[in-house]
């Protein structure tokens, strides 16, 4: 992976930067939406929204695209072809600027600083910073605002990352893989403060995660990208009602002819056990144990299936893009 540099806040953000055209607009537009690394796309046709309010996971296997959607999004690529609005404005103008933070895989800290300078900086350079919450985080983690930023673990750095993020008072709240490096107790932890920081002022979030079965409980909206191309996106719930996950015994490798009239997602055989992914066309017929999926077992058959046919909810859908390929 690689990434391009951070710009987590900066003086671009100037006052008045909460512009009205944002009212009711998605939180992010793409349409026909494309970025070109030299020869090879890293993402390309994309055409989705997501709505303003969500916790949206972005999911998809490594190399997919999610660190550059991302990148998109906060203004440091530019979209090869197509285009991609942040509540209604393009990502490099000063309203877009001013309504987004992002924390890279790289947290966007100085070694050299303290904590408290650290929240310092962001005071500065933010018109519209929030020093209480991004206190209130810190002070959660236990971490001495005379810490050498340099000094503190993982877990602390990124607490410290997310505090200068929420300071920020962000519509939009970018996160790549902010848990990656955390264990199990502090990744609790810091979902915790992160989900009441979410609740306590309605900031979207957009965060790609590999922890797929820890974000069931927290995001209400998915986001899959494998390829560079969207494959799933809308309401989790949505999504997994869309889904039927069948098993029987039998022994035919491309599953029973009863199948033929859905869209399968993949198959299983492990022995004479078969199991499938589906997504019902009508009603399913022949001997089936059937149930829901979950969220990991919907995106682990995705992902075994990466040519599946998309799914996007009503409200991720855009019209078809004039500038897509
Ligand atoms: N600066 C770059 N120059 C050239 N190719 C790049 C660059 N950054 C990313 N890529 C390529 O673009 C594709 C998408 O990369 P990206 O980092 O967006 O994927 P990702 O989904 O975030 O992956 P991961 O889960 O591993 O972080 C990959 O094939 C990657 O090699």
Redesign the pocket.
Known sequence: ??EPAHRPFGPDDGPGRIAAADDGAPALEARGLGHR??K?W?LRDCDFRLPAGRICALV?P???????LLSLAADLLEPTRGRLRVFGDAPSTPASRGRVAFMGQRKPLYPGFTVAEMLRAGRELNPDWDHATAERLVRQGDISFTAKVGTLSGGQRTRVALALAFGKRPRLLLLD?PMSDLDPLVRHEITAALMSEVAEHGTTVLM?T?MVSEMDQVCDYLLMITGGRVRLAGEVDTILAAHTLLSSRHRETDGPPDLASHIVVSTKTVGEHFSALIRPQGPVTGRWARHEPGLEELLIAYLRAPDSTPLLTASARVEASEEAA
Do not use: I, L, V
């Not at 490594?62 to 550059?68: S, V």
């Open positions: 992976m690689n690394f030299r090879h890293a998809g490594n190399g997919a695209g999610k660190t550059t893989e790609s590999h």
